[in-house]
T-cell receptor
Framework: DAGITQSPRHKVTETGTPVTLRCHQT?????MYWYRQDPGHGLRLIHY???????DKGEVSDGYSVSRSKTEDFLLTLESATSSQTSVYFC????????????????FGPGTRLTVL | GIQVEQSPPDLILQEGANSTLRCNFS?????LQWFHQNPWGQLINLFY???GTKQNGRLSATTVATERYSLLYISSSQTTDSGVYFC?????????FGKGTRLSVIA
C-alpha cells in the first residue's frame, strides 16, 4: 500500500472557524491532490501540487487554499468553514501527470470526514 | 472539460453471478483508472488501464481508447465485491471521476 496518511480522520467544527487538513506521504511522489466526495457527485478535484510551493486550482477550489512546504506534506485549509464544505476529503499522490505511463497512477489516502455545523 | 459517464448507476447481483460495468468518456486520455470504494469508504486501486486489457483474478478490464470507453468485468461475484466502483480519467487535468456504479452482491 502507498504510504499516505491523512489527519485528522474525523472532525466536527462550527461555521466560520478555520480548519486545516493534512496529507502526509512517504513515497517521495512529486504530485499531490485534494479531492472532496459528496453524494451524487463522485470525487471532485479541489487543488493539486506539482512540487514544493507549486500548486494549481481544480474544479471546486472556491473557499479552499493549499500549501506545500515539503515534498511529503500537502495541507488543505478552509479559511472560514461553511456547511456546504461538509464532505469527505481525500488526498492522493502520483509520480507524474500528463504523460503516458503507469507513473500517472494515483493512490489515495484513507480520507477525512469533516462536518461543519 | 472531459466528461465521464458510468452505467448502470446501481446493480444488484446474486452471489456467483457475473457483471459488466461501463465507463464512457468524452475526450482522449493519458490515464484511466478503476477503483473500488468499499463500505468503509476506502478507495482501492483496481486497474490502471488507459488502453488494452488487463486481468487480476476474477476482475478484468478493457479500454478501447479510440472509441472512448472502458469496461470492468466481475466474474463469480462475492459479497465482498459490494461497494461503489468508480472510473476516473486524466486528460489535460488530473483525474475526473464518474459518479460510480453501486454494486450490491446478495448471498
Amino acid at each position: 500500500d502507498a504510504g499516505i496518511t491523512q489527519s485528522p480522520r474525523h472532525k466536527v467544527t462550527e461555521t466560520g472557524t478555520p480548519v486545516t487538513l493534512r496529507c502526509h506521504q512517504t513515497e517521495n511522489h512529486r504530485y499531490m491532490y485534494w479531492y472532496r466526495q459528496d453524494p451524487g457527485h463522485g470525487l471532485r478535484l479541489i487543488h493539486y501540487s506539482y512540487g514544493v510551493k507549486d500548486t494549481d486550482k481544480g474544479e471546486v477550489s472556491d473557499g479552499y487554499s493549499v500549501s506545500r512546504s515539503k515534498t511529503e506534506d500537502f495541507l488543505l485549509t478552509l479559511e472560514s468553514a461553511t456547511s456546504s464544505q461538509t464532505s469527505v476529503y481525500f488526498c492522493a499522490i502520483s509520480e507524474s501527470f500528463g504523460t503516458s505511463g503507469s507513473g500517472n497512477e494515483q493512490f489515495f489516502g484513507p480520507g477525512t470526514r469533516l462536518t461543519v455545523l | 472539460g472531459i466528461q465521464v459517464e458510468q452505467s448502470p448507476p446501481d446493480l444488484i447481483l446474486q452471489e456467483g453471478a457475473n457483471s459488466t460495468l461501463r465507463c464512457n468518456f468524452s475526450d482522449s486520455v493519458n490515464n484511466l483508472q478503476w477503483f473500488h470504494q468499499n463500505p468503509w469508504g476506502q478507495l482501492i486501486n483496481l486497474f490502471y488501464i488507459p488502453s488494452g486489457t488487463k486481468q487480476n483474478g476474477r476482475l478484468s478490464a478493457t479500454t478501447v481508447a479510440t472509441e472512448r470507453y472502458s469496461l470492468l468485468y466481475i466474474s463469480s461475484s462475492q459479497t465482498t465485491d459490494s461497494g461503489v466502483y468508480f472510473c476516473a480519467v486524466e486528460g489535460n487535468t488530473p483525474l475526473v471521476f464518474g459518479k460510480g456504479t453501486r454494486l450490491s452482491v446478495i448471498a
